[in-house]
């Protein structure tokens, strides 16, 4: 049975003549009379009472006309509400975060912001590389991309062409680790020559890497690391962390509950924080219709800025590392 049989019997049922509604439906009278007569085959009943004047419907007929239009009605009233889903999705900005943004951060955001329905979260974002975020942002994949950013030099290789941001927040990065029997840290700073420090590092790709590796270039202590494994999303670094496998450096927004809570400890003091801001970015040359109007909201209350220059390489930035296993 198709939908457009029970648009016809209600036509039918209208009109009472067979010609007259072929003709609304755009029809030769042939094509129409066998298509209620399909209809009537599929029911298994007469729904036509053909030997009256004008056409009259049978009991079974009248029952079925009431089905119809309530069907008809349904289909119509669904259609309708999956084009204006069609039209909000269309107008919903993609936003790309890691996958520790999405989850600690993300969520307070846009609910103090009141943007939750014009923002829908790019999943398949979580796991990416810092550039793939420029890169979707370049092919319009995404619309706005949110990325922890480090305060001084880092050495990266980005294109940061064509593109702004809002600085919208700020994080730090913090070393932990799990506790000993005393309380101390498992796995402290800074670790020696002999004796380096079992290390749950970030991707060496990505934009974290590149931070820590800046910030120690910049402290006068050296660090002694042992990389054990590499990870790009943040909650498998920190699983590890809590098996006792080493230390690592999280975010102190996904790790503040279990220093709090004694499941994890620092492993080192404030010299060892990395600060980092938050930056939302986005496509000067973008043209999705509501994006301009959210971030005239947004940047009421954060810093717009063109992206500079800020990810050049910087030669000095490992001299005062020194790292065993894989490089950072």
Same mark, same amino acid.
């Given at each position: ?181 005393? *309380? ?5 700073? =800074?670790? &020696?020559? !002999? ?7 970030? @991707? #060496? ?62 492993? *080192? ?5 990395? =600060?980092? &801001?938050? !930056? ?7 043209? @999705? #219709? ?39």
């Amino acid at each position: 049975m198709e939908l457009r049989w029970l648009e016809d019997f209600i036509v039918l049922a209208e009109t009472r003549h067979f010609s007259r509604a072929a003709d609304q439906q755009n029809v030769t009278q042939p094509t129409f009379s066998r298509r209620i007569k399909l209809l009537e085959e599929s029911m298994g009943t007469t729904l036509i009472n053909r030997q009256t004047l004008p056409l009259s419907l049978t009991p079974a007929g009248e029952e079925f006309l009431i089905l119809c239009k309530q069907i008809t009605e349904r289909v119509r009233v669904t259609r309708e509400r999956l084009k204006n889903l069609g039209r909000e999705d269309a107008r919903r900005v993609k936003l790309a975060a890691p996958q520790s943004l999405l989850t600690h951060f993300i969520p307070g955001w846009v609910k103090a912001n009141a943007i939750e329905p014009q923002i829908e979260p790019y999943l398949r974002a979580t796991s990416w590389l810092i550039a793939e975020y420029f890169q979707a942002l370049e092919r319009g994949e995404v619309d706005l991309a949110l990325c922890y950013w480090p305060e001084g030099r880092t050495t990266l290789d980005i294109d940061l062409s064509g593109v702004r941001y809002l600085e919208i927040g700020e994080e730090r990065l913090v070393p932990v680790s799990v506790a000993n029997l005393d *309380g101390h840290p498992s796995f402290a700073l =800074p670790g &020696s020559k !002999r004796e380096p420090v079992p290390h749950i590092a970030y @991707h #060496p790709s990505g934009l974290i890497a590149a931070a820590l590796q800046a910030h120690w270039g910049r402290s006068r202590q050296e660090v002694h690391l042992a990389t054990l494994n590499e990870n790009v999303q943040t909650s498998n670094i920190r699983e590890l962390v809590q098996q006792g496998y080493g230390l690592g450096w999280l975010p102190w927004r996904t790790v503040r509950h279990l220093l709090e809570t004694g499941e994890l400890t620092r492993a *080192g003091d404030q010299r060892w924080d990395v =600060p980092l &801001s938050l !930056r939302l970015y986005f496509r000067q040359d973008s043209r @999705h #219709p509501t994006l301009p109007g959210l971030l005239t909201q947004l940047s009421a209350g954060a810093t717009t800025m063109p992206a500079t220059a800020s990810t050049s390489v910087s030669t000095s930035v490992s001299t005062s590392v020194s790292t065993t296993g894989t490089a950072q």
